[in-house]
């Protein structure tokens, strides 16, 4: 009997021994969930409702003791591991069926250094709680757009977000991981330690540890410029070739990135607009504020948006401005590619497909790669579509299972529209499971350099959930 079928039908019992999962319990600063116990149904869970997985075990972690007592006791019971920093992905790597999930949670310490600009950040915080902490100092660090996110799985495949175009991707910021290897033992890694694992880690995923401190290189932003600008569905091509210009040549304090979607029916949107699919652009100017009117004034003379909330806000602020339209628990299915040129046909494609959402939190982003980002070759580190331009990422979202057919068949619907048109590869961070052929067209010819540091420092696949890297020997 596998273990969904013993919990399904025995919810009270663990078919692990008793007295082995008691003596790890003894050994943690943390805590464990198991099936039978109160609140395993939400710790198995993760953001995406369509993943439904039922691990052994769930291992709160509250040190990197707890870390490494996890690693070893899935080892000598022969069982999986998946990592789960703050449970975002959309194929679900943070949880498990039948393993052991080691989550980080419990590990959400932030040490912001204003002197050296540096925060040193545990492997289990959310981008909200860094951008509050570092804030309060008038610094940051490129992150992602919705503050529930984790900063583990985001940094390690890459980070995209309002600062790229500016300060590059999150990688480009990481100044040094301490992990938990596969044997239990804990290094560091940076330019100067551990050269090939720090090489991997930034944009190899959560294939060669549990990462569990990332320190950050942090930059002066403070208030910024910032917010949605919409437009009806018959401007969109107008309104995205326009964007496509604009972005490629900005100066890099402008970041901004394009979205189908639907009008939330709430304030401050304009009744007549309550569940309108309309889209828009979401921009952040970093530059002086004073010179932030004229840099917008040519957008807004040339096409006047319906809606226009761009204004000056704290960055975190922005950084949270969208967390009610994607809160965890809905149903997710997910496409994306890079895309090196945003060709006049690739608009008309993205305006059809945009126009056809087929429920209301459903929506197509795409976020622009250039500036500061492209600073870096694609081989000084894992990330290897730098150069490509642009991302998009195309999301089915719902809360009703019963809709997972109608967001599935739109989302690869759009996506078999639109790949041709891409470079090859995607965004490991917005992959779902879909084999090694995009993981490796992801990585390209960096592939096989992972393959050979995964072979050093995990020879045996043991972290293996996760967009996987095939270690050679
Ligand atoms: C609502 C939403 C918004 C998003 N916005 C952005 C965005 O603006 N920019 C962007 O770049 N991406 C964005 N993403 C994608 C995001 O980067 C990925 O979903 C990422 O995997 C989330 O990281 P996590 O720690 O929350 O996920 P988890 O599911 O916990 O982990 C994902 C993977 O990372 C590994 N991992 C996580 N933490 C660690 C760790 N400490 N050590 C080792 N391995 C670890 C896990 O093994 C797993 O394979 C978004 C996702 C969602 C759902």
Same mark, same amino acid.
């Given at each position: 009997m596998d273990?969904r079928e013993?919990v399904q039908?025995n919810?009270?019992?663990? @078919? ?10 003894a050994r943690?600063r943390?805590n464990? *969930?198991?099936p039978?116990?109160?609140? &395993?149904d939400t710790?198995r ?5 369509m ?7 769930v291992v709160r972690c509250?040190s990197i003791?707890?870390?490494r007592?996890a ?5 000598k019971?022969q069982l999986?591991?998946?990592?789960r920093g703050?449970?975002? =992905?959309?194929?679900g790597y943070g949880t498990?069926? +039948?393993?052991?999930?080691i989550d980080?949670s419990?590990m ?8 050296e600009?540096?925060a040193? *950040?545990?492997g289990g915080?959310?981008?909200g ?5 570092t +804030?309060?100092?008038?610094l940051a660090t490129? +992150?992602?757009l919705?503050s529930?996110?984790?900063?583990? +799985?985001?940094t390690?495949g ?5 600062l790229?175009r500016r300060?590059g991707?999150t ?5 040094e !991981? ?7 033992s ?11 694992? #720090?090489?991997a880690?930034?944009?190899g995923g959560?294939? #060669?540890?549990v990462v569990t =401190? ?6 002066? !932003?403070s208030?910024v &410029? ?5 437009w009806?569905l018959?401007?969109?091509?107008e309104a995205?070739? @326009?964007?496509?210009d604009f972005?490629s ?13 639907? *009008?939330p029916?709430?304030?401050?949107f304009?009744?007549h607009?309550h ?6 652009v ?9 010179q932030?009117?004229?840099?917008f004034k ?10 226009? @909330?761009v ?6 602020a922005?950084?949270s401005?969208f ?9 997710q ?5 890079f895309?090196?040129?945003l060709?006049?046909?690739a ?5 059809? &497909? ?5 429920t209301?939190l =459903?929506t197509?982003?795409i976020y622009?790669?250039?500036g ?6 694609a081989n000084?580190t894992?990330?290897?579509y ?7 990422v195309i *999301?089915?979202?719902?809360?009703d299972?019963?809709n997972n057919q109608?967001i599935?068949?739109w989302?690869k619907?759009?996506?078999?529209a639109l790949?041709p048109h =891409? ?5 490991v961070?917005?992959?779902m499971d879909?084999?090694q052929?995009r993981?490796?067209?992801t &990585?390209?010819?960096?592939y096989?350099?992972l ?6 420092y995990?020879p045996?696949?043991?972290?293996h959930?996760n967009q ?6």
């Amino acid at each position: 009997m596998d273990v969904r079928e013993h919990v399904q039908s025995n919810k009270s019992e663990s @078919f692990l021994e008793d007295a082995e999962v008691k003596d790890l319990m003894a050994r943690l600063r943390g805590n464990l *969930v198991r099936p039978g116990d109160e609140g &395993y149904d939400t710790a198995r869970r993760v953001y995406n409702a369509m993943i439904d997985r039922y691990p052994a075990l769930v291992v709160r972690c509250a040190s990197i003791g707890d870390v490494r007592e996890a690693i070893q006791f899935a080892r000598k019971q022969q069982l999986e591991v998946a990592i789960r920093g703050g449970g975002h =992905s959309a194929g679900g790597y943070g949880t498990c069926d +039948g393993g052991v999930v080691i989550d980080l949670s419990g590990m959400r310490g932030i040490h912001v250094d204003p002197v050296e600009r540096t925060a040193r *950040v545990e492997g289990g915080c959310t981008w909200g709680e860094v951008d509050r902490a570092t +804030g309060g100092f008038g610094l940051a660090t490129p +992150g992602g757009l919705i503050s529930t996110t984790g900063v583990g +799985g985001l940094t390690l495949g890459g980070g995209l977000g309002h600062l790229t175009r500016r300060y590059g991707l999150t990688i480009d910021n990481l100044l040094e !991981v301490e992990m938990v290897l596969a044997d239990g033992s804990l290094v560091k890694a940076s330019s100067a330690q551990n050269a090939d694992l #720090f090489w991997a880690v930034r944009g190899g995923g959560g294939n #060669f540890g549990v990462v569990t =401190s990332f320190l950050f290189q942090l930059h002066p !932003v403070s208030t910024v &410029y910032a917010g949605p600008m919409l437009w009806h569905l018959d401007q969109s091509v107008e309104a995205m070739s @326009f964007y496509r210009d604009f972005i490629s040549n900005a100066p890099e304090e402008i970041s901004g990135f394009f979205a189908f979607m639907v *009008v939330p029916p709430a304030q401050p949107f304009p009744e007549h607009l309550h569940l309108k699919n309309m889209c828009g652009v979401v921009w952040c100017y970093t530059g002086p504020l004073e010179q932030a009117e004229n840099v917008f004034k040519p957008l807004r003379q040339y096409l006047p948006p319906e809606v226009d @909330f761009v204004g000056q806000m704290p960055y975190p602020a922005l950084q949270s401005m969208f967390d009610l339209s994607a809160p965890p628990g809905l149903q997710q299915y997910w496409r994306a590619d890079f895309v090196s040129e945003l060709s006049d046909e690739a608009i008309d494609l993205h305006a059809k &497909y945009g126009a056809r959402l087929p429920t209301p939190l =459903s929506t197509t982003n795409i976020y622009p790669i250039n500036g500061a980002a492209q600073r870096k070759d694609a081989n000084d580190t894992a990330f290897s579509y730098r150069h490509a331009n642009w991302v998009h990422v195309i *999301v089915g979202v719902d809360p009703d299972p019963s809709n997972n057919q109608k967001i599935i068949d739109w989302t690869k619907d759009t996506w078999l529209a639109l790949h041709p048109h =891409s470079a090859g590869g995607a965004y490991v961070n917005f992959l779902m499971d879909e084999g090694q052929g995009r993981v490796k067209a992801t &990585y390209r010819d960096n592939y096989e350099r992972l393959a050979a540091i995964k072979g050093k420092y995990d020879p045996d696949n043991f972290f293996h959930i996760n967009q996987n890297i095939q270690p050679t020997e």
